[in-house]
Structure formats: structure tokens, C-alpha cells
């Protein structure tokens, strides 16, 4: 199936497929690809790391037509981060295409963005308030995108997003393909995007079992006020490199600033960092110069971090797809992880349910000399 999608589509994209390395689709872009393809509406669900952004940028730059001057191609998302990290991608599919692209974010400087915009780009990627701010002053233009896509989609259709949303929505033709993806859909986000685009293919792509099963699931049982001291213990362990999340942005920066009081370096990442900050803590991040990220679970949407050794749970999980969400940062392409939850004695069976429905065994564990035993 690989093989026979590859040869319909323009030569750049063959070209670029080739020139990176990939042999077979992944399972989200078996399904997604062939009705996208088609012109079809969907909707799908598949984990983070599974290939959702290639599963709808190749549908979406097949059609770019070069006689058209215009916005081809939006892709909305929910986080500065996230925009950077899909424009890098569609920078990348784009070589050799003659055709051009801009990201359109929230905290970037709008006059250079309406720089941008002047040289017609095909295919722009921004966050819901900016690209509204553009299409509001008639600097970005709406009528000739063929194809409107929503990454991170639960994000998305959350209140704060939700008017700017079905703005952009309304703002496309009717005849816009509409692509919907996120790693979680729940029932109430499936509604809505159905209300929205109506016709429309939903496909879900389960967790990979196996994925779970490569990892350790265990916990640490403290007080509330201990949940710091044992994140520096476990930010002190050898080799330790990991992201650790907290449901509140102000207990995440007391986290922050309690690591480092004790002379660790640490990324905080949340909704309100700001451009400049973000992007120079995510280098260092990426490069290992900084051994933890801490991370609320919007401020980390989409992001793309390889070789983590653990995930931290500061505050535990909502639910399932929250857990599986969050244990997807590590253990990732056959590699092995650490889930680590700090849970006080009224989380513990919380916790356990998680781990019971998801078939998980959870193990009680504490730290000794630098050590998880």
C-alpha cells in the first residue's frame, strides 16, 4: 500500500519521502491516508509520537496548485511550540516545491508576520488568536484554502479556544476538506467536530499495548509537601533524563524555582512562557544540557522529545487517556521507561484503578542512594 500512495503523489513529496529514510507508513497514516486522500472529512484519534502530522500533510500539499496565490493550506494548533515544531515539518516536505510556507504565532512580532504574508505563502501554520488577528485585517485570506486542518484537536475545541475555532471554521469554504487529529478525541470533541463539518470519517488508532509493557510503572507514596523533595531525588539519579508534569502552572513554577534553589537546571514550560525563553530552554533541553523539563499538559502538546528515561507524575493523571498520554513521552521507538507517579495516600487507589483498567502493574517503590528500589 506504501509503495502505490508514494507513486501518486508530486514529485517533491516522492522525492522527500525518499531522501528521509521511511519505508513503511505507520498505522495512523494506513488509515487516515487513503479517504484524505479521496477528499474525505476526518477525524482521528492516535498516540502521540504515531505519525498524525505526515498523515495529513501529504493529503493536504498534493493538492497545492501553483496558479493559486493564496493560503492553500492552514494548519490550526494549540501551542506556540507545536506551530514551530509543525511548520519545521512542512518546511522540510516542501523542498524543492517551489512553494513556500509561514508560521503565524501568538508573542511574534505581527508586523513581520504580515511581511510574510505578502509573499503569498501556500501553506501557513498558526495558533487559533493570531491567524484570527490575520484573517480580521484582511491579511489572510481564506477563500482558496482547500484543505483546514485541527492539530491537537481536544486542545482546540476547550473554551479558550473554541470561538477562535469555529470562527476559522466559518471563515473557509464549504467545500474546505477539514482534518481533525489529536492523540486524545473524547466523545465530547467527536460531537462537536461533527457538528461543525458534518460529513466525516472517524478513525482511532488504539495505544500500542506493547508500548505500555516496554515501560516500569511505579509510585512513590508522600506527603503533598514531600512532592518536591522526592522530584529532586529523582531529578539527582544518574542518567536521569525526563519530563515531569503538574496540573497547575503557578505549583509548576514553585517546583521550578525549588529545583533550582538546590542549584538544578530546569525548563518550565507553560502556557505563558514566552517565545524566546521557550525556544532557547527547548535547545538546551534537546541537547541534554538540562536534565528535566517540567511541563503542564497543554504547554507540552505535540512536542517531540526522543530518548527520555522518565516521565514524572506530580499530580496524577485525570483519567486513562491523560495517563497513556503522558507515558507516551517515553519509551518510544522500542526503547525502555520509567513512569513514575508521586501520589499521596488518597491518590494511591486512584492510581490503581488507572493501572487495573489499563492491565499495568504498578510497583511501590522508593529512592535509596540515587536509586529507584
Known amino acids: 500500500m506504501t509503495d502505490t500512495i508514494i507513486e501518486r503523489l508530486p514529485d517533491f513529496l516522492r522525492n522527500n519521502?525518499?531522501?528521509?529514510?521511511?519505508?513503511?507508513?505507520?498505522?495512523?497514516?494506513?488509515?487516515?491516508?487513503p479517504p484524505a486522500l479521496e477528499g474525505y472529512n476526518i477525524t482521528a484519534e492516535a498516540p502521540t509520537g504515531s505519525g498524525k502530522t505526515l498523515a495529513y500533510l501529504l493529503p493536504a500539499l498534493k493538492k497545492l496548485d501553483n496558479d493559486i496565490k493564496q493560503a492553500q493550506t492552514v494548519i490550526v494548533v494549540s501551542s506556540r511550540e507545536l506551530a514551530m515544531q509543525v511548520h519545521q515539518e512542512v518546511e522540510h516536505w516542501l523542498e524543492g516545491s517551489g512553494y513556500s510556507s509561514a508560521a503565524l504565532i501568538g508573542g511574534a512580532n505581527i508586523k513581520r508576520q504580515q511581511e510574510k504574508l505578502k509573499k503569498k505563502p501556500a501553506v501557513i501554520v498558526g495558533t487559533p488568536g493570531r491567524l484570527l488577528e490575520h484573517v480580521s485585517s484582511k491579511k489572510l485570506k481564506m477563500h482558496e484554502v482547500s484543505t483546514l486542518v485541527l492539530d491537537e484537536a481536544d486542545q482546540l475545541f476547550a473554551k479558550e479556544h473554541i470561538e477562535e475555532v469555529e470562527t476559522l471554521l466559518t471563515s473557509v469554504q464549504r467545500?474546505?476538506?477539514?482534518?481533525?487529529?489529536?492523540?486524545?478525541?473524547?466523545?465530547?470533541?467527536?460531537?462537536?467536530?461533527?457538528?461543525?463539518?458534518?460529513?466525516?470519517?472517524?478513525?482511532?488508532?488504539?495505544?500500542?499495548?506493547?508500548?505500555?509493557?516496554?515501560?516500569?510503572?511505579?509510585?512513590?507514596?508522600?506527603e503533598r509537601?514531600?512532592?518536591?523533595?522526592?522530584?529532586?531525588?529523582?531529578?539527582?539519579?544518574?542518567?536521569?533524563?525526563?519530563?515531569?508534569?503538574?496540573?497547575?502552572?503557578?505549583?509548576?513554577?514553585?517546583?521550578?524555582?525549588?529545583?533550582?534553589?538546590?542549584?538544578?537546571?530546569?525548563?518550565?514550560?507553560?502556557?505563558?512562557?514566552?517565545?524566546?525563553?521557550?525556544?532557547?530552554?527547548?535547545?538546551?533541553?534537546?541537547k541534554k544540557e538540562i536534565p528535566v523539563l517540567l511541563a503542564t499538559d497543554v504547554a507540552s502538546r505535540g512536542l517531540d522529545l526522543q530518548n527520555l528515561t522518565h516521565v514524572i507524575q506530580l499530580d496524577l493523571a485525570n483519567d486513562v487517556h491523560q495517563y497513556i498520554h503522558r507515558s507516551g513521552r517515553t519509551a518510544r521507538a522500542g526503547?525502555?521507561?520509567?513512569?513514575?507517579?508521586?501520589?499521596?495516600?488518597?491518590?494511591l487507589e486512584r492510581l490503581l484503578q488507572i493501572g487495573s483498567t489499563l492491565g499495568l502493574k504498578m510497583v511501590k517503590k522508593r529512592i535509596s542512594h540515587g536509586k529507584l528500589v
Open 225 to 286: 509537601r514531600d512532592k518536591a523533595t522526592l522530584l529532586k531525588k529523582l531529578v539527582d539519579m544518574e542518567d536521569f533524563y525526563g519530563i515531569a508534569f503538574c496540573n497547575d502552572r503557578r505549583e509548576l513554577e514553585k517546583y521550578g524555582e525549588g529545583l533550582e534553589y538546590k542549584g538544578k537546571n530546569v525548563v518550565i514550560l507553560q502556557g505563558e512562557t514566552n517565545k524566546q525563553q521557550r525556544e532557547t530552554s527547548m535547545q538546551r533541553f534537546r
Open 335 to 347: 526503547r525502555t521507561g520509567t513512569v513514575v507517579s508521586i501520589v499521596t495516600e488518597g491518590e
Open 175 to 222: 467545500n474546505c476538506q477539514k482534518l481533525i487529529v489529536s492523540a486524545t478525541i473524547p466523545s465530547r470533541v467527536e460531537k462537536q467536530a461533527f457538528e461543525k463539518t458534518k460529513a466525516m470519517k472517524m478513525i482511532r488508532i488504539e495505544i500500542d499495548e506493547a508500548m505500555l509493557q516496554n515501560m516500569e510503572h511505579v509510585y512513590l507514596v508522600g
Open 17 to 33: 519521502w525518499k531522501n528521509s529514510g521511511f519505508s513503511q507508513f505507520t498505522p495512523i497514516q494506513e488509515k487516515m491516508l
